[in-house]
């Protein structure tokens, strides 16, 4: 009975002979890859699982084990499809955004253009226009986040503030639904906004 080879089931590395380190190359490109794509070390580290000091040694040696590099590529793999995701989920947030907003300052009384181009992060708290604007774009930010399902950091980049301040939006609307006006204006809201996404 002879004995057949098994078929190979995954794509061999590069591999110095004698060895399971791959080679300099392989783990250049990797490198490469990430830094183009706007990672950082720790970043790619974390989702693959790598302790950074092994990656710092490859780095520095040019090269490592080939398990280790399967790791590195798939979690750099991983992590580009979340910012392509991102990208285009960012896309479409920005101008729901600016139309739930228009829709909302509306509401408040406000001119749309001018509560929007009030700077989120001056804090005038004593200014009664700064102050209305504020609450709608709290309120907008809530809505859109919950429409879109979308994460928080992707909003926060969408409209130019941090992601705790996106946090404290939503923490702050979703309290104010106890009162049964603000609830119906934002549930009105809602109702409209659906409508232009599914248009």
Do not use: I
Request: net charge positive; aromatic share 4%.
């Amino acid at each position: 009975m002879c004995n057949l080879a098994k078929p190979e089931t995954h794509v061999r590395l590069s591999t110095v002979p004698g060895s399971r380190r791959v080679c300099p190359q392989c783990f250049a490109e990797v490198d490469r890859v990430r830094a183009k794509a706007g990672l950082s070390k720790a970043q790619l580290c974390a989702a693959a699982g790598v302790h950074p000091t092994t990656y710092t040694r490859a780095e520095r040696s040019g090269f490592c084990r080939a398990s280790t590099l399967r790791k590195l590529r798939h979690a750099l793999a991983e992590l580009q499809r979340e910012q392509d995701m991102e990208m285009r989920m960012g896309d479409r947030v920005a101008p729901l955004y600016r139309m739930v907003f228009a829709m909302l300052a509306v509401e408040a009384g406000l001119c749309p253009e001018t509560a929007l181009a009030l700077e989120p992060r001056q804090n005038r708290h004593r200014d009664p226009n700064w102050a209305a604007a504020a609450q709608v774009r709290r309120q907008a930010l809530y809505l859109v986040v919950t429409l879109l399902d979308v994460p928080g950091a992707v909003a926060a980049d969408a409209v130019g503030v941090s992601k705790q301040a996106v946090s404290k939006a939503l923490s702050q609307v979703e309290d104010s639904r106890d009162d049964p006006a603000t609830d119906a204006l934002l549930a009105r809201m809602e109702a409209l906004a659906r409508q232009e996404v599914a248009a």
